[in-house]
C-alpha cells in the first residue's frame, strides 16, 4: 500500500497524489515490462505531438507521470447528457489524430501488419478535457497495428460497457445517453467493408480481459452477433 492520497481508482490499478504536479498509477497485479511499455509509448507519442501526459519514471508496475485538472469526456456526459453526440464525434477525432503517427519500428506489440498506434481502451473516461485541450490516459493495452482494430475496439466498448454505481431506475437513461454516444462516435468515423472482422477481433479481446464482468460478456457477445462476422455469431 502506498502512503500517498488516493485520487482515483480503476479496475486494474490506482491512482495517487505524488506531489509537485505529479500522480502515481499503481498496478494492483504488476506484470514485467508492463509499464516501461506503456511509459515508452506514451513517450513517443508526446514527441510526436499526441495529447498524452508527460511520464516521469515506470517501473515495478508503477508510473508517475504528469498531472491532469479537468473533468473526463464521462463526467461532462454525465452533467451535460445533451452533449454525448458530440462527444462522440470529438473522441473520433481523438482516434483519427493518434493514428495519423506512423509506429515505425518502436518496440510495441503487434496485432497486425498496420502501422498504427493503437490504444485499445479509447473511451470517454479515459480522456482528460483540460484547459489546454483533451489528453488521453491509460496506455496499458497499446499496440501496433490497423487503426480499425481500435477504432472497433472503442466503438464495441462503449454499446456494451457497465457504468459504475447507476442505480436501476436510471439504467433505461444510460442506455439512451450511451446510444447517442455511439451513433456520434460512427458519424466521426470512416468504417469499411472489413469492419465486421475488427468487430470480431475487438470482441475477442474483450472476453479474454479478466477485468469484464459477466453482464459486459453477455452484451459482447449479442454485440458480436448483430456487427461481427456471419460465419462467428
Request: glycine residues 8%.
Amino acid at each position: 500500500m502506498s502512503d500517498l492520497p488516493l485520487i482515483g481508482r480503476g479496475r486494474a490499478a490506482d491512482v495517487y497524489d505524488a506531489g509537485n504536479g505529479r500522480v502515481l498509477r499503481r498496478y494492483r497485479t504488476p506484470h514485467p515490462g508492463f509499464v516501461e511499455r506503456e511509459a515508452l509509448a506514451m513517450q513517443f507519442l508526446r514527441s510526436q505531438g499526441a495529447p498524452v501526459p508527460e511520464v516521469f519514471s515506470a517501473g515495478d508496475g508503477d508510473i508517475v507521470m504528469e498531472r491532469l485538472d479537468g473533468p473526463t469526456m464521462l463526467e461532462v456526459m454525465k452533467s451535460k447528457p445533451w452533449r454525448a453526440a458530440s462527444i462522440g464525434r470529438d473522441l473520433a477525432e481523438l482516434h483519427r489524430r493518434i493514428h495519423r503517427i506512423p509506429a515505425g519500428d518502436i518496440a510495441l506489440p503487434r496485432v497486425d501488419d498496420g502501422d498504427a498506434i493503437l490504444h485499445f481502451d479509447l473511451h470517454p473516461d479515459n480522456v482528460i478535457l483540460t484547459a489546454d485541450g483533451p489528453m488521453v490516459i491509460d496506455w496499458s493495452n497499446v499496440a501496433v497495428g490497423n487503426a480499425l482494430a481500435d477504432v472497433a475496439y472503442t466503438w464495441m466498448l462503449m454499446a456494451t460497457s457497465s457504468p459504475d454505481n447507476v442505480p436501476l431506475l436510471l439504467r433505461p437513461v444510460v442506455r439512451r445517453i450511451r446510444n447517442s454516444l455511439v451513433r456520434g462516435f460512427l458519424e466521426g468515423t470512416e468504417l469499411d467493408a472489413e469492419m465486421r472482422h475488427w468487430v470480431d477481433q475487438a470482441c475477442e479481446r474483450r472476453l479474454l480481459d479478466p477485468n469484464t464482468r459477466a453482464d459486459e460478456r453477455l452484451r459482447v457477445a449479442e454485440f458480436r452477433a448483430a456487427h461481427g462476422s456471419p460465419s462467428r455469431t
